[in-house]
């Protein structure tokens, strides 16, 4: 039973380099989401992507762009990675409706560390 | 001001204590609640939802909401040291565009010693 799986789980990067972190869910899920954490601002929301075809961008998007390349995979790309973005970064996933809410599936995680 | 408001801790309880974990908000918007845990180096996983006021028992677990107040609480009786993780409110509303996005609490960080 995967749900979401993100890759890769760690990864170090140069100032400058850019990276693609994948994102696929099984779940049949409309909505996808990527988010990063930092210790004392919690989760932010980087992008989201309510349907197969469209995104949007969340609280912190600059520095990043996001494809949902179709309905089970949202991939995220830092085009030239700069040390504040060393963060854990999560996929996730829903099927927002208005019986269940919005219930978010996490994946395990993707350690980023720019230097 | 952040939506979501949580004392991030560190919370520190011995084993057999009852926990209490709070959040208050700013949106009178938000109709659905959901607590996370966070153990260390994964992602959060759903441990409760609830749908407007009121409360809701899972076991040891407990949660209430009170939109009148704007705040939700987290019960945890009988804590365990499996129990010891990082506490994610969030909530989401249920109209508009904002339907399908969540906002998050920052976390409450909880150890339970043995």
């Known amino acids: ?115 | 001001q952040k939506e979501v408001e949580q004392d991030p801790g560190p919370l520190s309880v011995p084993e057999g204590a009852i926990v209490s974990l709070n959040c208050t908000y700013s949106n009178s918007a938000f109709q659905y609640f959901m607590w996370y845990r966070q153990y260390s180096r994964k992602g959060p996983e759903l441990l409760m939802y609830t749908y407007s006021s009121g409360n809701k028992e899972d076991g040891r677990f407990t949660a209430q909401v009170d939109k009148s107040s704007k705040y939700i609480s987290l019960f945890i009786r009988d804590s365990q040291p499996s129990d010891s993780a990082t506490y994610l409110c969030a909530m989401s509303a249920n109209r508009g565009s904002t339907l399908g996005r969540l906002y998050f609490g920052r976390g409450t960080q909880l150890t339970v010693w043995p």
Request: proline share 3%; hydrophobic share 30%.
């Open chain 1, 1 to 115: 039973n995967a749900g979401v799986t993100q890759t890769p789980k760690f990864q170090v990067l140069k100032t400058g380099q850019s990276m693609t972190l994948q994102c696929a869910q099984d779940m049949n899920h409309n909505s996808m989401y990527w988010y990063r954490q930092d210790p004392g601002m919690g989760l932010r929301l980087i992008y989201y992507s309510a349907s197969e075809g469209t995104t949007d961008k969340g609280e912190v998007p600059n520095g990043y762009n996001v494809s949902r390349l179709n309905k089970r995979e949202f991939s995220l790309r830092l085009e030239s990675a700069a040390p504040s973005q060393t963060s854990v970064y999560f996929c996730a996933s829903s099927e927002a409706d208005r019986s269940s809410g919005n219930t978010i599936y996490f994946g395990e995680g993707s350690w980023l560390t720019v230097v």
